[in-house]
């Protein structure tokens, strides 16, 4: 049974600015951050590295039992990026193919179960905030607070839009909304894990606000629910 009196889960689809409202409450209390999308991502992009087609669950369940991932951070952007062996992949993962990849591996139940434990072991003093799709329905659901984002599509493929150019990723405003769409049907009807709120998640539609106005509420609701911080 994990000690689990600081840990924070924020669920909600691709876009939702639940990265960004999970690095600011993790800097805020000074936790530590799990970012569960980045895993999937990442494996999916490992599939595509070493040859293993994304329908191939046997193979794909072994790489993530063993793929090597580390997370740091990077100091110039203050985000949290990952590492696959040994190469940063933070700009990589970020694309819409990697997004629909992790898609396509995240709906394996042996996959799911296969990082099942290694989700669970990034929780650590004195405290984390963990970012994904099932944090607090399946990977955390004991914890405390539950926050699930969400927000339009089409204001989530404009977010995307604007985050990847940023970058200097090429990006079709059409091209991520159908694909955004795509995944949503996906991660809500899929047999495994769901994309749902979890019992008793706060939930924020978030397309009308700013980030400030998010994290305003999101801070609110945490400190309501962890006594411990007041």
Known sequence: MLLTKNLITIDGPSG???GTITLMVAEKLGWHILDSGALYRV???AAQRH???LDQQEQIT????NMDIQFVLNEKSGEIEPVFEGENVGLDIRTDEAGQAASQVAIIPSVRDALLARQRDFYR???LVADGRDMGTIVFPEAPAKIFLTASAECRAERRYNQLKSKGVSANMRALLDSIKARDERDRTRSVAPLVPAEGAFVVDSSNLTIDQVMAQVIDFVVEKLPQLR
């Open 51 to 53: 040859g293993i087609p």
């Open 125 to 127: 003093e004195p405290g």
């Open 62 to 65: 072994q790489l993530a039992r």
């Open 43 to 45: 494996l999916g992009i």
């Open 16 to 18: 939702s600015g639940k």
